[in-house]
T-cell receptor, first 112, second 109 residues
Framework: EAGVTQSPTHLIKTRGQQATLRCSPI?????VYWYQQALGLGLQFLLW???????NRGNFPPRFSGRQFPNYSSELNVNALELEDSALYLC???????????FGPGTRLTVL | KNEVEQSPQNLTAQEGEFITINCSYS?????LHWLQQHPGGGIVSLFM???GKKKHGRLIATINIQEKHSSLHITASHPRDSAVYIC???????????FGSGTQLTVLP
């Protein structure tokens, strides 16, 4: 069974541009979580989607947004990129109503 | 004060040593996770605990709900165990994880 997949692996953008990151959950999982791991800051929760709806978001500005598609894959969009958005963005998925999360390999975003 | 505190931040051990990493949390939780992150970023979920103790191979995780404390033990450590170990908690219906700062473990041959 395929695990959580993320694309692209690496993404290089310049300040002010927009970035789109994609995540495909494990088959059957309806919940998708996005986390940011910036250098020196540890892992922080960004967004949680379940059944197509945003269930919760972390303490990030509105230029971080996303959506979940009917097939439960998800997209994270970061608008007006800033240098400090450079980070590893991790996606995780879980079965609805369960706590065990399975992580993808991450997308490393570099903002120049 | 962070909701999830880990200690130590860095740990160097000789191959074969018994290793303990500690995690304390200050909030009510529904589950606690131990995660392993290798260089390059990939994260693997090692354990999810809501009570008691779990064992998988050379890894043992325990949790004391009353004391709000969990430990991850590695027996007969090996250089391939070198990684960052992260404690994370889930809080009830808010299923997103809150993370500790991680413990960088280096096991020397």
């Amino acid at each position: 069974e395929a695990g959580v997949t993320q694309s692209p692996t690496h993404l290089i953008k310049t300040r002010g541009q927009q970035a789109t990151l994609r995540c495909s959950p494990i088959s059957g999982h309806t919940s998708v979580y996005w986390y940011q791991q910036a250098l020196g800051l540890g892992l922080q929760f960004l967004l949680w989607y379940d059944e197509g709806e945003e269930r919760n978001r972390g303490n990030f500005p509105p230029r971080f947004s996303g959506r979940q598609f009917p097939n439960y894959s998800s997209e994270l969009n970061v608008n007006a990129l800033e240098l400090e958005d450079s980070a590893l963005y991790l996606c995780a998925s879980s079965l609805q109503g369960t706590d065990t999360q399975y992580f993808g390999p991450g997308t490393r975003l570099t903002v120049l | 004060k962070n909701e999830v505190e880990q200690s130590p931040q860095n740990l160097t051990a000789q191959e074969g040593e018994f290793i303990t990493i500690n995690c304390s949390y200050s909030v009510g939780i529904s589950a606690l996770h131990w995660l392993q992150q290798h260089p390059g970023g990939g994260i693997v979920s090692l354990f999810m605990l809501s009570s008691g103790k779990k064992k998988h191979g050379r890894l043992i995780a325990t949790i004391n709900i009353q004391e709000k404390h969990s430990s991850l033990h590695i027996t007969a450590s090996h250089p391939r165990d070198s990684a960052v170990y992260i404690c994370a908690v889930a809080r009830g219906s808010a299923r997103q994880l809150t993370f500790g700062s991680g413990t960088q473990l280096t096991v020397l041959p």
